[in-house]
């Protein structure tokens, strides 16, 4: 069956696994299944270039490797000027024959830490100088590689190693960055957001933005039970909630213009997916009720935005 | 026929580049190496080289844009100096460790604070232990050559592995001089195309840069030694071939009139050339001094050095960088270098020319005699400065 295309639905995925089991991601890790289902999509004719964090870590230890892709790992913050690098190197080698003539989609790949503190100005610099990639950013809310550290798309209230909960803190105090909104303002034609429980929007959206001329950027949030201290059987149940709460909303931004992937009259209250989790655990009522006043206002401005593309 | 043109270093240094064809450069520009990544960006515009110039953000992703250009097969070229080399060093060591055969131009720039732009070899010097095949220019013609040679060096199968070229920034980088530059057709003979045998292709998956757990380190590293320690063979092959080619002969050690010297000088990059005027002088009066000046820094040139110096009684060592604490780096390495020999020189080190400041033929005058006294008195006051203003400070060392 390997490498066939069959039939689930009325969609096409195939059954070539391009990460091959063995690999040393923890149970039920959200990020795994993410990165499955994203190379599922992104087919073989791909060069993919990882940033240190989880899933370089879990896939590489030498001389093993899950990798059934060209796949080069360097560095954390690099991660996009390194898939600069193999865009242009590639594109200058098939102008002057020196390779043959091929659509070869470059692919970056890290986590939120890699992505929206350590590696953001490389990317931000990828971004402008409009190189064709998709970059996919594979957000599990910490510096899970290193220990659950927070990093900037911690969300505000969370417990990590380095923002504990504590007789004087909640933890995280600051908000999750907008990463995508970091990428819309840099006017490229295609963002996305996405998440593993929802594996057919998650595929789609990565073909579509691996099709893309030009820079493509998909932040795939990824249920870590590890970091968020969940039970492991209950990743693909967390990511539904996040969705269906409004906390990581669905949407892609084609050339600017913002369109809800998933658009649900009325959402769960925040405290279904806050209270599954024990890095929320601590969170007093009234915590919880702050972060539904926020949760709420940030949707609604997302639509808003959606009713101003559609206008 | 090759021709002889006014260039300045910066400039050839761009021009090897371009006659080796290179596919791909990311630089960041900072003084004093800008002339080159402009250059090489004017020619680009100009049509004058099919290459693709990407214009980083930083130094630290020029560094990373050539390693995923070098992964895929490009022949990639980059040039750097002071601050953009310490702001690239932890991709600096990832070039040589993935064995991508990068070919980097350093014009040497002083390290903050204060903050100064001139030169001197502290940027260098941090690199020291990075991995990459390391030479200094002495004059724009080296400049010219070294890079050129660099690809070869660099690709060759049997070597992998990346070239840092240095050129002390403004004495040399900014200097105008004759060159001569060889035919297409010389450089093409001497420079095969860079065929990657491992270049990223999806037709035939491969792994580059998997993690090293403990068990397996250690083994990837003293490869990665021996494969560098192996790559002289190979030096020595390009520049006996570049010799042959070119009529221009570099060896790992130069040497400057050191038959029967007994005092050696040593100094490395531009200011070797106003050390030659001192030596002159020095010589047709009669005194047995030599200049010598280390061409190849990494791998350390030790049969040759040894060689080389083995007659000598006093082997004065130039240093254009402190290492806090210690003293300078090149001194101390030669001195390393030589402490199981018999017999052997003794070696004084002087520090000087930092940051700019010009080491003139006065201050080379000076840094003789007193090395000579120095040696006299043994091994009490082996450090000293030259050039600065204030009470000369007399360290053990
Ligand atoms: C320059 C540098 N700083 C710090 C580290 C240590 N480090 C490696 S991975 C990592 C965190 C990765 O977090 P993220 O990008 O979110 O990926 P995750 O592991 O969560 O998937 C850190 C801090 C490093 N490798 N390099
Ligand atoms: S720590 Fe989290 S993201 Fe990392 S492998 Fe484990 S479950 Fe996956
Ligand atoms: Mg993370």
């Given at each position: 069956m390997e490498g066939k295309t069959i039939k689930f639905g009325k969609n096409l995925v195939t059954?070539?696994?391009?990460?091959?089991?063995?690999?040393?991601?923890?149970?039920?890790c959200g990020e795994a299944l993410a990165l499955r289902l994203a190379l599922k999509a992104l087919g073989e004719n791909v060069i993919i270039a990882n940033a240190t964090g989880c899933i370089e870590i879990c896939t590489s230890p030498l001389p093993y490797t899950s990798w059934r892709l060209p796949w080069m790992h360097t560095l954390f913050e690099n991660t996009a000027a390194e898939i600069s690098g193999v865009e242009a190197g590639l594109n200058i080698l098939m102008k002057k024959g020196k390779i043959p003539q091929r659509d070869i989609k470059c692919i970056a790949i890290a986590g939120d830490g890699g992505t929206s503190d350590i590696g953001i100005q490389a990317l931000s610099g990828a971004f402008e100088r409009r190189h064709n990639f998709l970059y996919l950013c594979f957000d599990n809310?910490?510096?899970?590689?290193?220990?659950?550290q927070r990093s900037s798309a911690t969300p505000y209230g969370a417990s990590t190693t380095t923002a504990p909960a504590g007789k004087f803190s909640i933890g995280q105090i600051t908000e999750k960055k907008n990463m995508v909104a970091i990428a819309v303002a840099h006017d490229i034609p295609y963002a996305a957001t996405a998440c593993h429980s929802y594996p057919f929007d998650l595929m789609n959206k990565v073909k579509k933005g691996a099709g893309i001329k030009g820079p493509a950027y998909i932040h795939i949030l990824s249920c870590c039970p590890t970091g968020?201290?969940?039970?492991?059987?209950l990743t693909i149940e967390v990511g539904r909630l996040a969705v269906e709460t409004g906390i990581f909303p669905l949407y892609e931004v084609d050339d600017g213009q913002y369109k809800l992937s998933i658009a649900r009259p009325k959402l769960k209250p925040v405290e279904e997916y806050l209270k599954l989790q024990g890095r929320f655990r601590h969170l007093s009522d009234e915590e919880i009720k702050k972060i539904q006043g926020k949760t709420d206002r940030k949707y609604a401005k997302l639509r808003a935005k959606v009713a101003a593309s559609a206008a | 026929m090759s021709k002889r043109v006014a260039l300045e270093a910066s400039f050839a240094v761009a021009e090897a580049a371009r006659m080796a064809d290179v596919d791909v450069t990311a630089a960041y520009p900072i003084t004093p190496q800008t002339h080159i990544p402009e250059r090489l960006a004017e020619m680009v515009a100009d049509g004058e080289l099919d290459a693709a110039y990407i214009p980083v953000e930083s130094e630290h992703s020029a560094m990373s844009a050539c390693l995923g250009a070098a992964a895929v097969g490009a022949r990639t070229f980059t040039a750097t100096a002071g601050q953009g080399l310490e702001l690239m060093h932890e991709v600096v060591y990832v070039a040589s460790s993935m064995r991508y055969p990068i070919v980097m131009a350093v014009c040497n720039r002083a390290l903050s604070?204060?903050?100064?732009?001139w030169g001197d070899h502290s940027d260098a010097m941090a690199v020291r232990d990075t991995g990459w095949i390391q030479v200094f220019c002495q004059n724009n013609q080296e400049a010219f050559d070294l890079t050129l040679w660099a690809f070869r060096v660099g690709e060759d199968p049997k070597v992998l592995f990346p070239v840092m070229v240095h050129l002390d920034g403004?004495?040399?980088?900014h200097v105008t001089e004759p060159v001569i530059l060889p035919e297409q057709s010389e450089v093409d003979r001497f420079l095969p195309k860079f065929q990657y045998l491992f270049a990223l292709n999806p037709d035939k998956p491969m792994t580059h840069g998997a993690f090293g757990p403990p068990e397996i380190y250690s083994e990837a590293k003293i490869a990665q030694e021996v494969a560098f320690r192996k790559s002289k063979e190979i030096i020595l092959q390009g520049w006996n071939e570049f010799g042959n080619i070119f009529g221009r002969h570099y060896f790992p050690v130069e040497q400057y009139r050191?038959?029967?010297?007994k005092t050696l000088l040593l100094t490395m990059g531009s200011s070797t050339e106003t050390a030659k005027i001192v030596i002159d002088e020095r010589r047709d009066k009669g005194e047995a001094i030599g200049l010598i000046s280390l061409?190849?820094?990494?791998?350390?040139?030790f049969e040759e050095f040894r060689q080389i110096v083995k007659g000598a009684e006093t082997l004065i060592v130039l240093d254009r960088c402190i290492s806090s604490g210690m003293g300078g780096p090149v001194f101390s390495e030669v001195r390393s270098a030589l402490y199981?020999?018999?017999?052997k020189p003794k070696v004084v080190n002087i520090i000087g020319?930092?940051?700019?400041?010009d080491i003139s033929e006065n201050d080379f005058e000076y840094v003789i005699d007193r090395s000579r006294e120095i040696a006299k008195q043994g091994?009490?006051?082996m450090l000293e400065t030259v050039g600065v203003r204030g009470k000369m400070i007399g360290i053990r060392g």
């Amino acid at each position: 069956m390997e490498g066939k295309t069959i039939k689930f639905g009325k969609n096409l995925v195939t059954t070539r696994e391009s990460l091959a089991p063995g690999h040393n991601f923890c149970a039920g890790c959200g990020e795994a299944l993410a990165l499955r289902l994203a190379l599922k999509a992104l087919g073989e004719n791909v060069i993919i270039a990882n940033a240190t964090g989880c899933i370089e870590i879990c896939t590489s230890p030498l001389p093993y490797t899950s990798w059934r892709l060209p796949w080069m790992h360097t560095l954390f913050e690099n991660t996009a000027a390194e898939i600069s690098g193999v865009e242009a190197g590639l594109n200058i080698l098939m102008k002057k024959g020196k390779i043959p003539q091929r659509d070869i989609k470059c692919i970056a790949i890290a986590g939120d830490g890699g992505t929206s503190d350590i590696g953001i100005q490389a990317l931000s610099g990828a971004f402008e100088r409009r190189h064709n990639f998709l970059y996919l950013c594979f957000d599990n809310e910490a510096y899970m590689n290193t220990g659950i550290q927070r990093s900037s798309a911690t969300p505000y209230g969370a417990s990590t190693t380095t923002a504990p909960a504590g007789k004087f803190s909640i933890g995280q105090i600051t908000e999750k960055k907008n990463m995508v909104a970091i990428a819309v303002a840099h006017d490229i034609p295609y963002a996305a957001t996405a998440c593993h429980s929802y594996p057919f929007d998650l595929m789609n959206k990565v073909k579509k933005g691996a099709g893309i001329k030009g820079p493509a950027y998909i932040h795939i949030l990824s249920c870590c039970p590890t970091g968020w201290r969940y039970p492991s059987n209950l990743t693909i149940e967390v990511g539904r909630l996040a969705v269906e709460t409004g906390i990581f909303p669905l949407y892609e931004v084609d050339d600017g213009q913002y369109k809800l992937s998933i658009a649900r009259p009325k959402l769960k209250p925040v405290e279904e997916y806050l209270k599954l989790q024990g890095r929320f655990r601590h969170l007093s009522d009234e915590e919880i009720k702050k972060i539904q006043g926020k949760t709420d206002r940030k949707y609604a401005k997302l639509r808003a935005k959606v009713a101003a593309s559609a206008a | 026929m090759s021709k002889r043109v006014a260039l300045e270093a910066s400039f050839a240094v761009a021009e090897a580049a371009r006659m080796a064809d290179v596919d791909v450069t990311a630089a960041y520009p900072i003084t004093p190496q800008t002339h080159i990544p402009e250059r090489l960006a004017e020619m680009v515009a100009d049509g004058e080289l099919d290459a693709a110039y990407i214009p980083v953000e930083s130094e630290h992703s020029a560094m990373s844009a050539c390693l995923g250009a070098a992964a895929v097969g490009a022949r990639t070229f980059t040039a750097t100096a002071g601050q953009g080399l310490e702001l690239m060093h932890e991709v600096v060591y990832v070039a040589s460790s993935m064995r991508y055969p990068i070919v980097m131009a350093v014009c040497n720039r002083a390290l903050s604070a204060p903050l100064s732009v001139w030169g001197d070899h502290s940027d260098a010097m941090a690199v020291r232990d990075t991995g990459w095949i390391q030479v200094f220019c002495q004059n724009n013609q080296e400049a010219f050559d070294l890079t050129l040679w660099a690809f070869r060096v660099g690709e060759d199968p049997k070597v992998l592995f990346p070239v840092m070229v240095h050129l002390d920034g403004f004495t040399l980088s900014h200097v105008t001089e004759p060159v001569i530059l060889p035919e297409q057709s010389e450089v093409d003979r001497f420079l095969p195309k860079f065929q990657y045998l491992f270049a990223l292709n999806p037709d035939k998956p491969m792994t580059h840069g998997a993690f090293g757990p403990p068990e397996i380190y250690s083994e990837a590293k003293i490869a990665q030694e021996v494969a560098f320690r192996k790559s002289k063979e190979i030096i020595l092959q390009g520049w006996n071939e570049f010799g042959n080619i070119f009529g221009r002969h570099y060896f790992p050690v130069e040497q400057y009139r050191t038959a029967g010297a007994k005092t050696l000088l040593l100094t490395m990059g531009s200011s070797t050339e106003t050390a030659k005027i001192v030596i002159d002088e020095r010589r047709d009066k009669g005194e047995a001094i030599g200049l010598i000046s280390l061409r190849l820094w990494r791998p350390f040139p030790f049969e040759e050095f040894r060689q080389i110096v083995k007659g000598a009684e006093t082997l004065i060592v130039l240093d254009r960088c402190i290492s806090s604490g210690m003293g300078g780096p090149v001194f101390s390495e030669v001195r390393s270098a030589l402490y199981n020999e018999v017999p052997k020189p003794k070696v004084v080190n002087i520090i000087g020319g930092l940051g700019g400041r010009d080491i003139s033929e006065n201050d080379f005058e000076y840094v003789i005699d007193r090395s000579r006294e120095i040696a006299k008195q043994g091994s009490e006051k082996m450090l000293e400065t030259v050039g600065v203003r204030g009470k000369m400070i007399g360290i053990r060392g």
